[in-house]
Protein backbone atom coordinates (compact mmCIF):
# COMPACT_ATOMS: atom_id res chain seq x y z
CA UNK A 1 0.00 0.00 0.00
CA UNK A 2 1.25 3.12 -0.55
CA UNK A 3 0.58 6.97 0.92
CA UNK A 4 1.33 10.50 -0.11
CA UNK A 5 4.69 12.01 -0.12
CA UNK A 6 6.39 14.93 -1.84
CA UNK A 7 3.30 16.92 -2.03
CA UNK A 8 -0.41 16.80 -1.88
CA UNK A 9 -0.46 14.33 -4.79
CA UNK A 10 -2.48 11.23 -5.29
CA UNK A 11 -1.77 8.32 -2.78
CA UNK A 12 -1.01 6.12 -5.88
CA UNK A 13 1.74 8.04 -6.92
CA UNK A 14 3.88 7.94 -3.49
CA UNK A 15 5.66 5.80 -1.14
CA UNK A 16 5.05 4.45 2.45
CA UNK A 17 5.92 7.23 4.34
CA UNK A 18 3.28 8.10 6.78
CA UNK A 19 3.11 4.23 7.77
CA UNK A 20 3.24 3.52 11.33
CA UNK A 21 5.89 0.96 12.03
CA UNK A 22 4.04 -2.74 13.09
CA UNK A 23 6.19 -2.65 16.73
CA UNK A 24 3.43 -3.92 18.92
CA UNK A 25 -0.03 -4.27 18.84
CA UNK A 26 -1.34 -0.56 18.55
CA UNK A 27 1.34 -0.37 15.61
CA UNK A 28 -0.29 -3.31 13.92
CA UNK A 29 -3.66 -1.51 14.35
CA UNK A 30 -2.44 1.39 13.42
CA UNK A 31 -0.88 -0.32 10.09
CA UNK A 32 -4.32 -1.56 8.97
CA UNK A 33 -6.22 1.63 9.52
CA UNK A 34 -3.56 2.97 7.27
CA UNK A 35 -3.39 0.75 4.86
CA UNK A 36 -7.41 0.71 4.57
CA UNK A 37 -7.41 4.56 4.55
CA UNK A 38 -4.71 4.40 1.60
CA UNK A 39 -7.53 2.45 -0.17
CA UNK A 40 -9.97 4.79 0.32
CA UNK A 41 -8.40 7.85 -0.88
CA UNK A 42 -7.09 5.71 -4.06
CA UNK A 43 -10.81 5.20 -5.05
CA UNK A 44 -11.99 8.98 -3.95
CA UNK A 45 -13.52 8.24 -0.97
CA UNK A 46 -11.69 11.12 1.21
CA UNK A 47 -14.03 11.20 3.79
CA UNK A 48 -13.77 7.59 4.53
CA UNK A 49 -9.77 7.92 4.09
CA UNK A 50 -9.67 10.93 7.03
CA UNK A 51 -11.10 8.50 9.27
CA UNK A 52 -9.03 5.84 9.32
CA UNK A 53 -6.31 7.63 8.76
CA UNK A 54 -7.06 9.64 12.00
CA UNK A 55 -7.21 6.74 13.62
CA UNK A 56 -3.64 5.10 12.57
CA UNK A 57 -2.39 8.80 13.66
CA UNK A 58 -4.28 7.84 17.25
CA UNK A 59 -2.89 4.61 17.49
CA UNK A 60 0.67 5.18 16.44
CA UNK A 61 1.38 9.05 17.19
CA UNK A 62 3.21 10.01 14.08
CA UNK A 63 2.77 13.42 12.98
CA UNK A 64 3.66 12.42 9.19
CA UNK A 65 -0.04 11.24 8.91
CA UNK A 66 -1.29 14.49 8.85
CA UNK A 67 0.31 14.94 5.92
CA UNK A 68 -2.30 12.38 4.41
CA UNK A 69 -5.50 13.80 6.30
CA UNK A 70 -4.28 17.09 4.52
CA UNK A 71 -4.11 15.95 1.00
CA UNK A 72 -7.86 14.21 1.99
CA UNK A 73 -9.12 18.18 3.07
CA UNK A 74 -7.50 19.57 -0.07
CA UNK A 75 -9.27 17.33 -2.52
CA UNK A 76 -12.87 17.52 -0.21
CA UNK A 77 -12.20 21.36 -1.17
CA UNK A 78 -11.61 22.28 2.80
CA UNK A 79 -8.56 24.11 2.55
CA UNK A 80 -8.66 25.73 6.46
CA UNK A 81 -8.26 22.15 7.80
CA UNK A 82 -5.84 21.24 4.87
CA UNK A 83 -3.34 23.92 6.05
CA UNK A 84 -4.01 23.14 9.44
CA UNK A 85 -3.04 19.53 9.54
CA UNK A 86 -0.35 20.20 6.84
CA UNK A 87 1.05 22.93 9.23
CA UNK A 88 1.05 20.39 12.14
CA UNK A 89 3.20 18.02 9.76
CA UNK A 90 5.69 20.84 9.45
CA UNK A 91 6.31 21.58 12.40
CA UNK A 92 6.37 18.13 14.06
CA UNK A 93 9.05 16.75 11.24
CA UNK A 94 12.30 18.69 11.28
CA UNK A 95 13.94 16.94 7.74
CA UNK A 96 11.77 17.71 4.83
CA UNK A 97 13.21 17.43 1.45
CA UNK A 98 10.37 19.50 0.15
CA UNK A 99 10.01 22.03 3.09
CA UNK A 100 10.32 24.83 0.86
CA UNK A 101 7.92 23.51 -1.39
CA UNK A 102 5.18 22.81 1.04
CA UNK A 103 5.49 25.50 2.99
CA UNK A 104 4.44 27.50 -0.42
CA UNK A 105 1.26 24.99 -0.62
CA UNK A 106 0.52 26.04 3.02
CA UNK A 107 0.30 29.43 1.89
CA UNK A 108 -1.83 29.10 -0.83
CA UNK A 109 -3.96 26.73 1.31
CA UNK A 110 -4.88 29.71 3.69
CA UNK A 111 -5.08 32.26 0.99
CA UNK A 112 -8.03 29.80 -0.58
CA UNK A 113 -9.51 29.80 2.59
CA UNK A 114 -9.50 33.37 3.09
CA UNK A 115 -11.15 33.88 -0.14
CA UNK A 116 -13.74 31.18 0.71
CA UNK A 117 -14.22 33.05 4.15
CA UNK A 118 -14.91 36.04 2.36
CA UNK A 119 -17.60 35.04 -0.16
CA UNK A 120 -18.79 33.23 2.69
CA UNK A 121 -19.62 36.62 4.48
CA UNK A 122 -20.93 38.24 1.17
CA UNK A 123 -23.57 35.83 1.10
CA UNK A 124 -24.79 36.11 3.92
CA UNK A 125 -28.06 38.36 4.05
CA UNK A 126 -28.65 41.90 4.42
CA UNK A 127 -29.88 43.73 6.91
CA UNK A 128 -32.30 45.97 7.31
CA UNK A 129 -30.93 50.08 9.76
CA UNK A 130 -32.57 47.60 13.07
CA UNK A 131 -29.82 44.96 12.04
CA UNK A 132 -32.36 42.53 11.38
CA UNK A 133 -33.39 40.26 8.61
CA UNK A 134 -35.66 40.91 5.83
CA UNK A 135 -38.61 39.55 6.62
CA UNK A 136 -38.75 36.12 4.48
CA UNK A 137 -41.48 33.45 4.28
CA UNK A 138 -40.73 30.58 6.50
CA UNK A 139 -39.25 27.09 5.02
CA UNK A 140 -41.19 24.37 5.71
CA UNK A 141 -39.13 22.07 7.96
CA UNK A 142 -37.83 19.02 6.47
CA UNK A 143 -39.00 15.58 7.23
CA UNK A 144 -36.05 13.95 9.10
CA UNK A 145 -36.58 11.00 6.71
CA UNK A 146 -38.32 9.34 4.49
CA UNK A 147 -40.75 6.36 5.99
CA UNK A 148 -43.16 3.53 4.58
CA UNK A 149 -44.94 2.40 6.62
CA UNK A 150 -46.28 -1.37 6.44
CA UNK A 151 -49.29 -2.66 8.82
CA UNK A 152 -48.88 -6.01 9.57
CA UNK A 153 -51.88 -6.50 11.89
CA UNK A 154 -51.84 -9.56 13.93
CA UNK A 155 -55.17 -10.62 15.48
CA UNK A 156 -55.07 -13.84 16.68
CA UNK A 157 -58.83 -15.73 17.35
CA UNK A 158 -60.05 -15.05 21.53
CA UNK A 159 -58.72 -17.93 24.28
CA UNK A 160 -60.27 -18.03 27.60
CA UNK A 161 -57.45 -20.63 28.57
CA UNK A 162 -54.39 -17.77 28.42
CA UNK A 163 -52.15 -19.96 26.04
CA UNK A 164 -49.35 -17.55 24.31
CA UNK A 165 -50.08 -16.35 21.38
CA UNK A 166 -49.35 -18.71 18.57
CA UNK A 167 -48.57 -15.96 16.04
CA UNK A 168 -45.78 -13.79 18.00
CA UNK A 169 -44.29 -17.02 19.13
CA UNK A 170 -43.87 -18.28 15.96
CA UNK A 171 -42.18 -15.17 14.88
CA UNK A 172 -39.74 -14.58 17.96
CA UNK A 173 -38.95 -18.13 17.10
CA UNK A 174 -38.23 -17.08 13.56
CA UNK A 175 -36.26 -14.08 15.01
CA UNK A 176 -34.37 -16.53 17.38
CA UNK A 177 -33.47 -18.51 14.33
CA UNK A 178 -31.93 -15.52 12.17
CA UNK A 179 -30.09 -14.54 14.70
CA UNK A 180 -28.11 -17.37 14.88
CA UNK A 181 -27.52 -17.72 11.56
CA UNK A 182 -26.26 -13.91 12.18
CA UNK A 183 -23.92 -15.24 14.61
CA UNK A 184 -23.12 -18.20 12.83
CA UNK A 185 -21.99 -16.15 9.65
CA UNK A 186 -20.09 -13.75 12.22
CA UNK A 187 -17.95 -16.55 13.69
CA UNK A 188 -16.59 -18.06 10.27
CA UNK A 189 -16.30 -15.07 8.53
CA UNK A 190 -14.41 -13.22 11.68
CA UNK A 191 -12.38 -16.38 11.76
CA UNK A 192 -11.29 -16.17 8.16
CA UNK A 193 -10.63 -12.07 8.56
CA UNK A 194 -8.31 -13.22 11.73
CA UNK A 195 -6.60 -15.70 8.87
CA UNK A 196 -6.02 -13.38 6.12
CA UNK A 197 -4.74 -10.71 8.96
CA UNK A 198 -2.04 -12.59 10.16
CA UNK A 199 -1.41 -13.82 6.07
CA UNK A 200 -1.05 -9.94 5.63
CA UNK A 201 1.25 -9.57 8.65
CA UNK A 202 3.36 -12.47 7.71
CA UNK A 203 3.44 -11.18 3.67
CA UNK A 204 3.37 -7.73 2.59
CA UNK A 205 2.22 -5.96 5.47
CA UNK A 206 6.23 -6.62 7.19
CA UNK A 207 7.40 -4.30 4.65
CA UNK A 208 4.22 -1.92 5.27
CA UNK A 209 3.90 -1.55 0.68
CA UNK A 210 0.54 -4.10 0.51
CA UNK A 211 -1.41 -3.18 -2.01
CA UNK A 212 -5.40 -2.12 -2.14
CA UNK A 213 -6.11 -5.14 -3.98
CA UNK A 214 -4.19 -7.60 -1.43
CA UNK A 215 -6.07 -5.95 1.69
CA UNK A 216 -9.60 -5.86 -0.41
CA UNK A 217 -10.14 -10.04 1.09
CA UNK A 218 -9.48 -8.67 4.72
CA UNK A 219 -11.32 -5.62 4.51
CA UNK A 220 -14.65 -7.88 2.94
CA UNK A 221 -14.49 -10.22 5.80
CA UNK A 222 -14.55 -8.16 8.49
CA UNK A 223 -17.44 -6.19 7.03
CA UNK A 224 -19.33 -9.19 6.87
CA UNK A 225 -18.23 -10.25 10.39
CA UNK A 226 -19.20 -7.09 11.69
CA UNK A 227 -22.75 -7.39 9.73
CA UNK A 228 -23.43 -10.99 10.91
CA UNK A 229 -22.64 -9.88 14.70
CA UNK A 230 -25.35 -7.31 14.46
CA UNK A 231 -27.95 -9.55 12.82
CA UNK A 232 -27.29 -11.96 15.61
CA UNK A 233 -27.85 -9.22 18.46
CA UNK A 234 -31.13 -8.13 16.30
CA UNK A 235 -32.00 -11.50 15.87
CA UNK A 236 -31.91 -12.42 19.82
CA UNK A 237 -32.88 -9.85 21.26
CA UNK A 238 -36.29 -9.56 19.07
CA UNK A 239 -37.33 -13.00 19.80
CA UNK A 240 -36.76 -12.65 23.15
CA UNK A 241 -38.82 -9.72 23.43
CA UNK A 242 -41.57 -11.06 21.19
CA UNK A 243 -41.29 -14.69 23.15
CA UNK A 244 -42.31 -12.26 26.44
CA UNK A 245 -44.89 -10.98 24.48
CA UNK A 246 -46.42 -13.81 23.19
CA UNK A 247 -46.68 -15.72 27.29
CA UNK A 248 -47.64 -12.51 28.51
CA UNK A 249 -50.55 -11.75 26.43
CA UNK A 250 -51.79 -14.36 25.18
CA UNK A 251 -55.13 -14.49 23.85
CA UNK A 252 -55.44 -10.84 23.87
CA UNK A 253 -56.38 -9.39 20.52
CA UNK A 254 -53.26 -6.91 19.32
CA UNK A 255 -52.30 -4.81 16.25
CA UNK A 256 -48.72 -4.29 15.47
CA UNK A 257 -47.32 -2.13 12.65
CA UNK A 258 -43.53 -2.33 11.25
CA UNK A 259 -42.17 0.71 9.79
CA UNK A 260 -39.33 0.92 7.72
CA UNK A 261 -37.30 4.14 7.21
CA UNK A 262 -33.87 5.38 5.18
CA UNK A 263 -32.47 8.75 4.70
CA UNK A 264 -29.11 9.88 3.49
CA UNK A 265 -27.56 9.21 7.15
CA UNK A 266 -28.77 5.30 7.55
CA UNK A 267 -31.52 3.05 7.06
CA UNK A 268 -33.37 1.13 9.88
CA UNK A 269 -37.00 -0.48 11.79
CA UNK A 270 -39.49 0.19 14.25
CA UNK A 271 -42.31 -2.10 15.47
CA UNK A 272 -45.09 0.05 17.08
CA UNK A 273 -48.90 -0.82 18.01
CA UNK A 274 -50.56 -2.11 20.65
CA UNK A 275 -48.76 -5.50 22.44
Known sequence: MVVIVGGLGPAASAAAQGAPRADDGRDAQARLHFQVGAEYFETGDYRDAIREFERALQLSERPRMHYNIAGCYERLGQPAEA????ALYLDAIEDIPNREALTRRLENLRE????LEAEAARAEPAVDELGEPPDEEPAAPESPRDEVAVAAPVTPASSSGGGPDMG???????????GGLGFATQGVLGGLALAEDEAISAGCGGSMSCRADEVATLTGLATGSDVGLAVGVTGIALGAVLLGVAF??????RDVALTVYGDPSGAGAAIHGRL
Do not use: K, M, Q
Not at 112 to 115: S, Y
Open 168 to 178: LLGVSIAAFVV
Open 248 to 253: ANGGEE
Open 83 to 86: ADHL
Open 112 to 115: RARE
